[in-house]
Structures are given as C-alpha cells and as structure tokens.
C-alpha cells in the first residue's frame, strides 16, 4: 500500500481503532510514523488537560437502587405538580379562582355586612389553611378532553366580567406602588427590590347552572354528590382589588411560559433561579353571596371530588371557618407544610422537596392583606426574615 | 418497532422491569460521568436523574441501531455540557468543585491541586465554548467510550469518529490557549 494515511487514520490509530490494513502500512511507512507522532503529541495534550473526565468517581453516589427510589419519587411529585398546574392553569384557573373563592369563602365584617345588606353574606380572607390533596382522583377528569371542554364552557357561560385586571404595571419605588394599588405597599427594610409590578383590580360575577354542573360531576364518575339546589341561578360577585409583588434577585419572567416548561420538563429551575425571591401583596378580595348558599356543603363536595371520602371532607370541613378562611388545596405527595409565627401573626410555610427544584411558600393574612413569599431556592428562613423586617 | 416501556412508580409489571433494568444497569455510569464533568455531586445526581426521566417521558424507538446506554450517554454529556457552561464566575465552579476539600489538602500539596484546580476550570470553559457537537465527542471518547460506542451515541459512522476527534481535539486547544493566555493577561 503506498497511499499514506490521512490524519483522522492517524488518530483513530493512536485509540487501537485502525484496521489491520491500515496498521500493516503505517508499520512500515516512516513518513505517516512521524507524522503520527506530531499528532500523538496533541492528543496527549488534549488529553491530560481532560483527564478529569477519566478519573477515578470522586465521592460515592447513591447506589443504583436508592437512586431509582428517588427517580420513582421523582416522577411522582411531577405528576402531582403538572396535575396541579393542569388544574389551575387550564380555563380553570379562573374557575379555580372562583372555585376556591367560592368554595373558601371569606367572612363578613358585621359592619361592611351590614353595608351589603340583609340579602347577601360578605366573605373576607382573614386566615390561610392549607388542605392535602390527592389529584391523581382529577386525572379522569383533566385528561379527558371532551370533559374537559364542557367543563371550561360551563366556566365561561357562568361567569360575566365586569371589570379585567390588565397587564401588570412596573412602579418605581413602594411609594408609588402603593399609590396606584390604593393600600400600603410594605418592602422589607434594607433590601433592594429588582421590580415592583402593579396589577390592576377584577371583578366578575358567577351564576352555575346546576343541572348542567351535575350533569358534568356525573359524567366524570362522580354521580354520588350532589350539588345543592340553592347553587341553581345563585349570583356570586366576586372583586379582587390591585395587587402588588416585589422581585428580589433574577426571577423568571412571571408571564412566560417558561418558567413553568423548566419547572416541568428541565427539572432545575431551583437551580436557575436560587436567588429569585417574590413577595406578593393582595388586598383580601371579596366575595358576596346569598344567603342561602351552603358554603361548607360546596366546600365538603369540592374536596370529595378531588379525593377525600366523605367523612374525611365532612371532617376537614368541620375544622374550618369558610367564610373567613382562605384554603389552599395542596398536591399530598409535592410538599410539605407547616404553622410559623411571621409578621406578628400565625402564616403557613409550604415547602417542596429540596431534591428536586426545591421551592417554598410562605403565606399570612395581616390587617387585610394576604402576603405571600415564594422563591425557587431553598433558604425559607430567609422568607421569615424579610416577612419580619417589613415595616 | 418498539419502545422502552414506561415504568409507574412501585410498578412491578414485565414493562416497568424493563426501563428499571436499564436504569440499575446505567445509572452508575452516567452518574460518574456527571461527576466528573461537574465536579459536583449534587449536580450530577440532579442531571442523572433528569436524564432517566428523559428517557422515561420520550424512550427511543427500538430498532436498528438501538442504543439505551448510547442514548443515555449523549444526553447525560449534553445535560453535563450545559451545567457547565451555566458556571458563570469561577468561585460558582471552585465551590462545585469543593474548594473546601482543596484548602484542607496537606501542607505540601495546595501549590500543586491549585494549578490542577486551574487547568481544569479552564478545561472545563473550553469545552463550553467550543463546538457542541465536538465537545460531546472529546466528553464520550475521555471518558474512555469505545468509536463504536461514540459513533452509536451519536448517530455517526465508526470510521468518521477519528478525523472527527482529531479535528475536536485541535478546536479545544486552540480554544483552551485563548483561555490561559486571557487569564494571564
């Protein structure tokens, strides 16, 4: 063979991966031999500034079968997290809205009640509680999509908007912020905020067809409740004064689809954002409703439909005020939760795992505003502290 | 043609015992893989992970040319090459990497895992500033893949992965020298 060998013959050769022809010419062939020893000596240079990538594994893993637990842990909290965002990202966001509005209800002050008039019960948030769901009892219900359809056309039949919040509006300081939302915009004492966003307020009112809401909970297998007839035609107003939230550090934009597809799919927003701490500030929204609308009897069947047994929804609804509680249906196996003292008051601390895109929460209710920190990183206790220096 | 059967948690069927064989089989390999290009053990348990349920949500078709360990490996290293290009400032790579265990080496080692520290931050920028597609085949081949295993992972010819490397090879030393003489500089 007098043909010399190419370059990329030359390396393949410097691996053993040459065949056995040409082998047998680069053995006797001095010309390709020393042009093989100029290449040798790159790819030795290439490889000892690589060689971290053949050393022997540092610190030990996780053996292969712990770590198939925690794959299987895993798929589990995603499933219950994207059943979550199915559920209130979907048309039924706003129902979700309305839903837990209604469903949470929100009491009376004796005299705005008295201001309402006798005809209508006047709910405010004055408290948060969290309830544990189990939403793999939704999936039916999410996943089907003729289901799923009806039940977004039931949504948008009921309700009328009176007034749409628009896009969110960046303030230039808490001051102004406060200015165009109408209450005090609180910023915790010597932290400098990345944006201040506006969002106006909204207003809507709900009228449910029953028979056609029953109609749906019997198709999605659930023939055994039964909505009230005092649903049937029962205007619910709904308003949710302007709300304000405070960006701290880098935040995914709160618009984009985005950060909910890397929450989903890339599994390490915690790591993308670990600095991204948002503090939300909302005027409680309020909510008015006849009088004869069983606002723990909806509660009860809201929460059996999304996995309880009756008689732990008849238990949980005993515990709760519905008319002055906010309560916050939480994925059973995504998180945790837990009371703190925070601002002076009791507030509810829900964490994600921290193995997988770690995230927490922290809510309270104080003189009428809901407040809420949340944040893809891990340092809860660095929500507590903010939430204490605030003003 | 057919596809890696998808597990549910606990599920113990014939299809889950599938992916999970493949999972225990790989699961040591990718994981050292990520460790080495990351240096850090969380990280690369993260991506580890984030790898299997790739291959969980979107299995490759079984078929010729079907590869699980292949597939894996590329996206493992893609996943790898990403977080790395991700340490943006050098004390974000140096605390990954465990600065902590360098600065408790003996008295007479620092000097010398310092510039082995060094030159690998700088490694590790040259891989995430050259050609993707170079820097997976210098990833695969340094981590002592064989070319039919490379050439599998990455849809290429056996015969091509050696002009192929040699050509990654000249790109990351070009691309590494820029980077010292910056530093120095």
Same mark, same amino acid.
């Given at each position: 063979?007098?043909?010399?060998?190419?370059?990329?013959?030359?390396?393949?050769?410097?691996?053993?991966?040459?065949?056995?022809?040409?082998?047998?010419?680069?053995?006797? %062939?001095?010309? %390709?031999?020393?042009?093989?020893?100029?290449?040798?000596?790159?790819?030795?240079?290439?490889?000892?500034?690589?060689?971290?990538?053949?050393?022997?594994?540092?610190?030990?893993?996780?053996?292969?079968? &712990?770590?198939?637990?925690?794959?299987?842990?895993?798929?589990?909290?995603?499933?219950?997290?994207?059943?979550?965002?199915?559920?209130?990202?979907?048309?039924?966001?706003?129902?979700?809205?309305?839903?837990?509005?209604?469903?949470?209800?929100?009491?009376?002050?004796?005299?705005?009640?008295?201001?309402?008039?006798?005809?209508?019960?006047?709910?405010?948030?004055?408290?948060?509680?969290?309830?544990?769901?189990?939403?793999?009892?939704?999936?039916?219900?999410?996943?089907?999509?003729?289901?799923?359809?009806?039940?977004?056309?039931?949504?948008?039949?009921?309700?009328?908007?009176?007034?749409?919040?628009?896009?969110?509006?960046?303030?230039?300081?808490?001051?102004?912020?406060?200015?165009?939302?109408?209450?005090?915009?609180?910023?915790?004492?010597?932290?400098?905020?990345?944006?201040?966003?506006?969002?106006?307020?909204?207003?809507?009112?709900?009228?449910?067809?029953?028979?056609?809401?029953?109609?749906?909970?019997?198709?999605?297998?659930?023939?055994?409740?039964?909505?009230?007839?005092?649903?049937?035609?029962?205007?619910?107003?709904?308003? &949710?004064?302007?709300?304000?939230?405070?960006?701290?550090?880098? %935040?995914?934009?709160?618009?984009?689809?985005?950060?909910?597809?890397?929450?989903?799919?890339?599994?390490?927003?915690?790591?993308?954002?670990?600095? %991204?701490? &948002?503090?939300?500030?909302?005027?409680?929204?309020?909510?008015?409703?006849?009088?004869?609308?069983?606002?723990?009897?909806?509660?009860?069947?809201?929460?059996?439909?999304?996995?309880?047994?009756?008689?732990?929804?008849?238990?949980?609804?005993?515990?709760?005020?519905?008319?002055?509680?906010?309560?916050?249906?939480?994925?059973?196996?995504?998180?945790?939760?837990?009371?703190?003292?925070?601002?002076?008051?009791?507030?509810?601390?829900?964490?994600?795992?921290?193995?997988?895109?770690?995230?927490?929460?922290?809510?309270?209710?104080?003189?009428?505003?809901?407040?809420? &920190?949340?944040?893809?990183?891990?340092?809860?206790?660095?929500?507590?502290?903010?939430?204490?220096?605030?003003? | 043609?057919?596809?890696?059967?998808?597990?549910? $948690?606990?599920?113990?069927?014939?299809?889950?015992?599938?992916?999970?064989?493949?999972?225990?089989?790989?699961?040591?390999?990718?994981?050292?893989?990520?460790?080495?290009?990351?240096?850090? $053990?969380? *990280?690369?348990?993260?991506?580890?992970?984030?790898?299997?349920?790739?291959?969980?949500?979107?299995?490759?078709?079984?078929?010729?040319?079907?590869?699980?360990?292949?597939?894996?490996?590329?996206?493992?290293?893609?996943?790898?090459?990403?977080?790395?290009?991700?340490?943006?400032?050098?004390?974000?790579?140096?605390?990954?990497?465990?600065?902590?265990?360098?600065?408790?080496?003996?008295?007479?080692?620092?000097?010398?895992?310092?510039?082995? #520290? *060094?030159?690998?931050?700088?490694?590790?920028?040259?891989?995430?500033?050259?050609?993707?597609?170079?820097?997976?085949?210098?990833?695969?081949?340094?981590?002592?893949?064989?070319?039919?295993?490379?050439?599998?992972?990455?849809?290429?010819?056996?015969?091509?992965?050696?002009?192929?490397?040699?050509?990654?090879?000249?790109?990351?030393? #070009?691309?590494?020298?820029?980077?010292?003489?910056?530093?120095?500089?």
């Amino acid at each position: 063979m007098k043909k010399h060998l190419n370059d990329g013959d030359l390396r393949a050769a410097l691996d053993g991966e040459l065949d056995e022809t040409g082998l047998h010419h680069l053995e006797s %062939c001095p010309v %390709c031999q020393e042009r093989q020893n100029l290449i040798r000596a790159q790819v030795q240079q290439a490889a000892r500034r690589l060689s971290f990538l053949s050393a022997p594994a540092g610190p030990t893993g996780p053996a292969a079968q &712990i770590a198939l637990t925690h794959f299987n842990q895993r798929i589990k909290n995603r499933k219950d997290i994207s059943m979550f965002r199915k559920l209130f990202a979907s048309p039924l966001v706003q129902a979700g809205l309305v839903i837990v509005l209604i469903l949470v209800g929100v009491l009376s002050v004796p005299s705005t009640r008295a201001l309402a008039g006798k005809f209508l019960n006047l709910f405010r948030v004055q408290q948060v509680v969290v309830v544990p769901v189990d939403f793999t009892g939704m999936q039916q219900l999410t996943g089907n999509q003729t289901l799923g359809k009806q039940v977004s056309d039931l949504i948008s039949s009921s309700i009328t908007t009176q007034q749409k919040p628009g896009n969110p509006v960046t303030a230039a300081d808490a001051a102004s912020a406060s200015q165009q939302a109408g209450f005090n915009v609180r910023v915790p004492q010597g932290m400098m905020p990345a944006r201040i966003s506006v969002e106006g307020a909204a207003a809507f009112t709900i009228k449910v067809d029953a028979t056609k809401a029953q109609a749906l909970l019997n198709e999605s297998g659930r023939s055994d409740l039964v909505l009230p007839s005092s649903i049937n035609g029962a205007d619910v107003s709904v308003n &949710i004064p302007a709300s304000v939230t405070v960006s701290f550090g880098t %935040c995914p934009d709160p618009v984009a689809q985005d950060s909910a597809k890397s929450l989903n799919g890339n599994g390490s927003a915690g790591r993308q954002y670990p600095d %991204c701490v &948002i503090l939300a500030e909302l005027p409680t929204p309020t909510v008015s409703a006849p009088p004869e609308l069983n606002i723990a009897q909806l509660a009860q069947i809201g929460l059996e439909f999304t996995g309880m047994t009756s008689d732990q929804a008849a238990a949980f609804t005993q515990t709760v005020d519905w008319t002055s509680t906010l309560v916050i249906p939480l994925p059973k196996n995504a998180a945790t939760y837990q009371q703190v003292t925070v601002d002076g008051v009791t507030g509810t601390l829900i964490q994600r795992p921290a193995d997988d895109a770690p995230q927490y929460a922290l809510l309270w209710v104080k003189n009428g505003i809901i407040y809420a &920190i949340s944040s893809l990183g891990t340092n809860s206790q660095q929500a507590l502290q903010m939430a204490n220096s605030l003003p | 043609m057919k596809t890696i059967p998808r597990p549910g $948690p606990a599920d113990s069927t014939p299809a889950a015992r599938s992916f999970e064989q493949i999972f225990l089989e790989h699961w040591d390999a990718i994981y050292r893989l990520l460790v080495r290009m990351t240096g850090d $053990p969380a *990280e690369a348990e993260d991506l580890a992970l984030e790898t299997f349920f790739r291959l969980h949500r979107h299995p490759p078709q079984e078929g010729e040319g079907y590869n699980p360990g292949g597939w894996l490996y590329r996206v493992a290293t893609n996943l790898g090459l990403r977080s790395i290009r991700s340490f943006k400032r050098r004390e974000q790579y140096e605390l990954r990497a465990g600065k902590d265990v360098l600065e408790a080496a003996p008295e007479n080692r620092p000097a010398v895992l310092f510039e082995k #520290k *060094e030159q690998d931050w700088l490694a590790h920028q040259a891989l995430a500033k050259m050609n993707s597609r170079r820097a997976e085949l210098l990833v695969l081949r340094n981590s002592g893949m064989a070319y039919k295993d490379i050439a599998e992972a990455l849809g290429l010819s056996p015969a091509s992965i050696g002009p192929l490397l040699l050509r990654a090879e000249r790109e990351f030393e #070009k691309v590494y020298r820029a980077l010292d003489q910056k530093e120095e500089a």
